[in-house]
């Protein structure tokens, strides 16, 4: 059985509709069942159901809300995450956990390397960072850390799904930044992805699971126009500095999927495809709005 934390987040969600499509049995929790920050209730909840492989989906996502909130983000983020790892460990379960591309600065036009040297230029990066840092001193022998970007799903609030809607509901012009690049990634691709690495048995260690290719905010926008029908020259670019934002962001924080090439499984499908696939369920949210 695999037990997911963060179950009602976009990743979460979407481990569950793909763990369910493999008849695999599976508990997903939300914060109020299960709060990685609380020991007792991670080592009671993982010692009740015993799964054989625990996510961590949970995160404090709010990157701009984590500059003034550091410690509250580190609480979830990086002493969260070990003490998910150490209950884990306590019962011999693989773990997977979860992390970003925000670990690194962004500087430069080179895919970053799965053991790359972390340089995060901002507080929600420093926490993931020390997240995964904790997870492998903790348990490094039965973790996986999977890195991912720029998440989309049609649950939750995602850039997809805010494009979608402003194409769909007006005709005004949507400025979008356009000097920030990064892999667009489906939550439900990336979903298949950790569920075909548990089950491959592939080395423990780091890999980086956004879909393939690159592309701008500006760039991804432009798509998601298109492929619904929707005049993409209403998307217009704008610099970085133009859209201000509390936390820096990364300028280039392209993911290498080098570490693939070790395991018999192939690196996630072109955003482009991914995109696609997923674009017709963004609409069905929980609330079947969009
Ligand atoms: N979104 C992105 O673009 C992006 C990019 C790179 C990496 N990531 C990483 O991908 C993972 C999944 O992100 P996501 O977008 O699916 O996140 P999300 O939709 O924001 O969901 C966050 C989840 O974390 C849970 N959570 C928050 N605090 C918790 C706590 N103290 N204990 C237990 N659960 C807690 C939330 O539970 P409740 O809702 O029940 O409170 C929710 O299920 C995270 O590790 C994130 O850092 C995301």
Redesign the pocket.
């Known amino acids: 059985m695999w037990l997911i934390?963060?179950?009602?987040?976009?990743?979460?969600i979407a481990l569950g509709k793909v763990l369910e499509a493999q008849s695999i049995p599976y508990i997903s929790l939300?914060?109020?069942e299960?709060?990685?920050?609380n020991v007792d209730q991670t080592n009671q909840i993982l010692q009740l159901y015993m799964p054989t492989v625990v996510v961590?989906?949970?995160?404090?996502?709010d990157v701009d809300g984590a500059e003034k909130n550091e410690d509250n983000a580190y609480?979830?983020?990086a002493i969260?995450a070990a003490n998910l790892a150490a209950a884990s460990r306590t019962i011999g379960a693989k773990f997977v956990h979860?992390?970003?591309?925000?670990v690194f600065s962004g500087e430069g036009n080179q895919p970053w390397k799965e053991d790359g040297i972390h340089s995060p230029i901002s507080a929600y990066g420093r926490t993931?960072s020390a997240g995964e840092t904790l997870v492998l001193g903790v348990y490094p022998e039965n973790s996986y850390i999977v890195?991912?970007?720029?998440?989309?799903?049609p649950?939750?609030k995602?850039f997809a799904k805010t494009m979608q809607k402003l194409a769909l509901t007006n005709d005004n012009k949507v400025q979008v930044v356009s000097d920030q690049i990064g892999q667009p990634?489906s939550?439900l691709s990336l979903a298949k992805q950790i569920v075909t690495l548990v089950k491959s048995g592939a080395p423990f260690g780091i890999y980086h699971g956004t879909n393939s290719g690159e592309a701008s905010w500006f760039e991804f926008a432009q798509e998601i126009f298109s492929a619904i029908g929707a005049d993409a020259s209403r998307v217009t670019p704008i610099k970085s500095e133009e859209y201000k934002q509390i936390a820096k962001r990364p300028s280039y924080s392209v993911l290498s999927h080098n570490r693939w090439a070790q395991t018999t499984i192939s690196p996630m499908p072109k955003w482009k495809d991914a995109l696609a696939s997923t674009l017709s369920d963004l609409e069905l949210d929980s609330n079947g709005s969009l």
């Open positions: 934390a963060g179950g009602t987040g976009q990743l979460g939300g914060s109020v299960l709060d990685i920050r961590n989906a949970a995160a404090w996502t609480a979830v983020n969260g979860i992390s970003t591309d925000y993931k890195r991912t970007a720029w998440l989309y799903s649950w939750g995602n990634t939550a």
